[in-house]
């Protein structure tokens, strides 16, 4: 009886593959995350290099933190604004540019183009354009309309971070819907029209739930990506004005890195790693009522 | 006796050099932040570097890390967070006091050459307990830069500025709506003041500062001097009649096409004062290399050295405030205008305000201040709403 037996060694081989990738995501993933929860026990003093632990006091902190109430306020809406917003309009720039027409491919490439621009470089064109005596503004004047200082109002700020947002991704999601379009099949709408069916009842019937694997996926991306926005914030309202665009990272970033609070700092990332998890465990479980081949 | 005691003092002394965990022997390589990447300003400071190494071969290496101004200080402390602080950093005034009082300094006043002729008002920030733990290398009041081209008589308070540049842009550069602390260039004029001296008691409700900043909102939207919310208008570029700035602005108007000249900020209804920002360069404690930065900061600032430095960062020795040394280095300013603004300013000014726990403070009337913004805003209702914002956080230290 050898120790070598032939299931060993093929397991060892396995493991050996899966070793790069295991170790990566141990040293880069893993080990952070628990670095993580291990600050978010302590008060950390950058300045004094003191690390003292105390137990549950920032999360008790957590509880009684306006600030933060005003975060995820803000968080709620930008999320609830950038999802419905993007979703809509990639299905229906998606739509639109699945038909047989010339200049299709034209339009494909236009409405991608933004997401292959560095992010902030597009923020910093979006800040300029959104200026008072900005393009935008200069636009809306030849229609006679007076623009308001876009990002320096409570409301028209973060309208302008959703929609700065959805330009830059948009694209995406299209091309994600585009790919799902073209795999419905055809006979299905010619059976239908034959049936009498009309265009809205074709989408809805047969090109929704034949789609909606997509409509998952991109949705999971894009709550999850609307969580995590910082630079566009950084650099177009800095949380402002008030405190109206402050969402939880741009409030975590704060505390940390600004405050020199990281202690509190890591415990607002674990808040925020707890509503990301949790939000996509939501949307898993409820495939099973709305996605095709799940239930 | 006495040949004894010193043999055993340096044989301590030897001993804890060897037995001190940090203290790193051997050939030393020094890096200190800086928020310049001005080409001339590195030059200069390089120039003082390579004489420091030429007569301290132990130095092999000085090096000037250039970190933009903009997130400087956010930058700074994610490298000590990080464990790679630097040896040497130049410190904002507004980060002064949690700087000098966290303990993240160590003690430089033994080190700093004829520590006694520094002007008093400039130390202060930089000073606990007696002890110093920052040189303030910058020290550079606020003064009103006039483009002659634009208003041809020179305002002597704060009505005639507002009133001389309606219409024609009275620009604050580094406010931007967000620093507001850069509006104590103005509303020291009311005697008003963002906190009491000992930082307890809030400053935004008072009667002054109420006054105040009625006047700066009428300024901005009444009278249309000072540019709105969003809009940049560039004094040094000529787009503006006059501009709050620093001292150390005054290279930007080298190709200047403009007239233009400095004179000390208008009187307010409490009369004269002046404003200064400041800059200062410590030690880290946790640097490997605390004894020689140190050592490299007492040459970096040494009468001779302070002197070149002066022509971009007023000086705070005694010996070197006089009109006849400073028109040496600023040939752009006549030597009265360097005496109003500069000698003047730097001995009676009082510093911007600063705080511990600064950024937080900052965020937060940052955000606070935001309402007063608006054509409609009612003052004294936002400035109230300030107070009761920041009340919690003066209270917290």
């Not at chain 1, 290099?49 to 306020?73: A, H, M, P, W």
């Not at chain 2, 606990?128 to 040189?135: N, S, V």
Request: hydrophobic fraction near 45%; aromatic fraction near 10%.
């Amino acid at each position: 009886m050898t120790f070598w037996t032939c299931r060993r060694r093929d397991n060892l081989i396995g493991y050996l593959f899966v070793a790069p990738a295991l170790l990566g995501s141990l040293a880069f993933v893993l080990i952070p995350l628990a670095m993580v929860g291990w600050y978010s026990l302590n008060e950390w003093n950058v300045l004094g290099g003191t690390f003292e632990f105390i137990g549950g006091e920032n999360y008790k902190q957590l509880l009684n933190d306006e600030k933060l109430r005003d975060s995820l306020v803000a968080t709620a809406w930008f999320a609830a604004g950038l999802v419905v917003l993007n979703l809509s309009l990639a299905l229906l720039l998606a739509v639109l540019l699945n038909q047989k027409l010339r200049g299709t491919t034209l339009f494909r490439t236009l409405f991608f183009s933004p997401v292959l621009v560095s992010l902030v470089a597009w923020t910093l064109v979006w800040q300029l354009m959104l200026q008072p005596e900005g393009s935008v503004n200069g636009l809306l004047g030849v229609f006679g309309v007076d623009g308001p200082n876009w990002l320096r109002g409570d409301t028209t700020a973060m309208v302008s971070v959703i929609v700065v947002q959805v330009i830059k991704n948009v694209g995406l999601n299209m091309v994600l819907f585009l790919a799902a379009l073209q795999g419905v099949p055809a006979p299905l709408y010619e059976a239908a029209k034959i049936d009498g069916a009309g265009a809205w009842r074709r989408f809805r019937s047969i090109t929704i739930p034949l789609i909606s694997p997509t409509i998952l996926l991109t949705s999971i991306i894009t709550i999850v990506g609307s969580l995590q926005v910082f630079a566009q914030i950084a650099v177009l309202t800095q949380g402002g004005p008030g405190t109206s665009t402050t969402v939880l990272i741009y409030y975590l970033y704060q505390q940390a890195f600004q405050f020199h609070h990281f202690g509190y700092g890591a415990t607002i990332s674990v808040l925020l790693f707890v509503i990301v998890a949790a939000l996509t465990l939501l949307q898993w479980q409820m495939r099973r009522k709305w996605v095709l081949h799940e239930s | 006796m006495s040949r004894l005691l010193a043999l055993v003092v340096t044989a301590l002394l030897a001993l804890t050099a060897c037995s001190g965990s940090s203290a790193q022997s051997g050939p030393k390589s020094l890096r200190m932040t800086v928020w310049t990447a001005n080409e001339a300003h590195l030059k200069l400071l390089n120039e003082i570097a390579s004489e420091y190494k030429a007569s301290h071969p132990d130095v092999t290496e000085i090096k000037f890390d250039s970190i933009p101004a903009d997130g400087y200080t956010t930058t700074l402390t994610t490298q000590i967070a990080g464990g790679n602080a630097p040896d040497l950093a130049w410190v904002l005034e507004e980060s002064a006091p949690d700087f000098v009082s966290s303990g993240a300094l160590a003690p430089i006043r033994a080190k700093v050459e004829k520590a006694d002729e520094l002007v008093p008002s400039a130390t202060k920030l930089w000073e606990k307990d007696g002890e110093l733990y920052a040189y303030p290398f910058s020290t550079s009041p606020f003064g009103l830069f006039v483009n002659t081209d634009l208003v041809k008589e020179l305002p002597a308070t704060w009505e005639e500025a507002v009133a001389a540049s309606a219409g024609k842009n009275l620009v604050l550069p580094d406010f931007k709506y967000q620093n507001w602390a850069v509006l104590s260039a103005i509303w020291r004029g009311w005697g008003a003041n963002a906190w009491s001296d000992d930082g307890k008691q809030c400053g935004f409700a008072s009667t002054e500062m109420k006054d105040a900043m009625t006047f700066v909102h009428k300024a901005i939207f009444t009278d249309k001097a000072i540019p709105g919310p969003g809009t940049t208008v560039d004094f040094f570029a000529g787009n503006a009649a006059m501009a709050v700035s620093q001292i150390s602005r005054a290279g930007a108007l080298k190709d200047a096409k403009f007239g233009w000249t400095l004179v000390p900020l208008p009187k307010g209804p409490k009369g004269d004062y002046a404003v200064i920002g400041q800059a200062g360069v410590g030690v880290l404690k946790r640097s490997k290399n605390a004894e020689a930065a140190a050592d490299f900061l007492g040459f970096f600032t040494n009468a001779a050295n302070s002197a070149k430095l002066a022509q971009f960062f007023p000086p705070v020795r005694q010996s070197l405030l006089n009109a006849d040394t400073l028109a040496k280095s600023n040939p752009l300013i006549k030597p009265e205008q360097l005496q109003s603004v500069v000698i003047d300013g730097i001995s009676k000014g009082v510093v911007k305000p600063s705080h511990q726990g600064q950024e937080e403070l900052n965020q937060t009337i940052r955000a606070a201040l935001d309402p007063l913004w608006k054509p409609d805003a009612n003052v004294s209702q936002v400035l109230d709403g300030v107070c009761a914002k920041i009340k919690p956080l003066l209270e917290r230290q």
